[in-house]
């Protein structure tokens, strides 16, 4: 004749109706007790998480040889807790410069879970050729993780050079020859020669530039790593002595150079030249 009823674990201030239909089989008072045994209980909830580092490194791909290269760490916590202390280390290698030496030390403090910090850094192209640094996140209570990025550090060249007739008679032809050349690894734009004839000579043939008195002025435009042109001149003159044939060069990118070549012009005939042959 006795009913249970197993409700299990009840929350502070839940309430739970159970509802017993019982049938008369004799006249008097009829009496039901109830009774409720539980055993009392307090919970403590203690949230348990874990802190992870996550690092990303980038930076431009290529830079020129002593150019200033910014780069950018972001380091973030993808953890459920807090990630404690947090410092990122970056390793500058020896093809990069930096201030503070070859290695940077950069305090990020706590990091809350999902909480990221993105950290600047600039070096200085010292070398040609490509260079990886890498940049390290460590802390109290999350393991290292690591993370680089590499640049390829390149030079701009630019050089001309201009050969010539050492010797020429009055009223012939001298023959000259200008090469231009990319000496660098990028290519060049806005490339203009420019050819000064000396003021006692005459042009014969600009070789196919724009020619302004004693001016000749070649277009190039782009000019390729490594590529190279080449223009002819050719100059008279009825005026005796050495004149100097000057040439530069220059770029968009601010690079330029020059050269000349220098010719004798002498009267036709018998010359002595006895302090050249003894």
Not at 40 to 67: F, S
Not at 79 to 85: I, Q, S
Not at 194 to 210: E, F, L
Not at 251 to 265: F, H
Request: glycine fraction near 10%; hydrophobic fraction near 35%.
């Amino acid at each position: 004749d006795n009913l249970s009823w197993n409700l299990g674990d009840m929350a502070a201030g839940e309430g739970q109706t159970i509802t017993v239909n019982l049938r008369a089989d004799r006249e008097g008072e009829l009496k039901a007790c109830a009774t409720v045994v539980a055993i009392p209980k307090q919970c403590l909830v203690t949230k348990v998480g874990r802190p992870v580092l996550a690092i990303e490194k980038t930076g431009p791909e290529t830079a020129i040889l002593g150019d200033v290269v910014p780069y950018q760490i972001v380091v973030t916590n993808t953890g459920t807790a807090t990630a404690e202390n947090v410092v990122v280390t970056d390793d500058v290698p020896a093809g990069l410069k930096h201030e503070a030496g070859s290695t940077v030390t950069l305090p990020v403090g706590d990091l809350a879970p999902g909480e990221s910090r993105t950290l600047p850094i600039a070096m200085t192209a010292a070398q040609r050729g490509r260079h990886c640094n890498n940049a390290t996140a460590s802390s109290d209570n999350a393991a290292s993780v690591k993370d680089d990025a590499c640049t390829l550090v390149q030079i701009r060249g630019l050089e001309i050079a201009k050969t010539g007739t050492p010797e020429q008679y009055l009223g012939k032809i001298a023959s000259y020859t200008i090469t231009v050349k990319n000496t660098g690894d990028t290519d060049l734009t806005n490339v203009v020669v420019t050819d000064s004839a000396p003021a006692a000579t005459v042009v014969r043939d600009g070789g196919n530039g724009a020619v302004a008195g004693n001016t000749i002025t070649w277009n190039v435009g782009t000019l390729a790593s490594g590529a190279s042109k080449s223009f002819d001149v050719k100059l008279t003159t009825k005026v005796e002595g050495t004149h100097c044939n000057r040439v530069g060069v220059t770029s968009a990118e601010g690079l330029s150079d020059d050269a000349e070549a220098c010719t004798l012009w002498m009267l036709s005939g018998c010359v002595d030249r006895s302090d050249r042959y003894g």
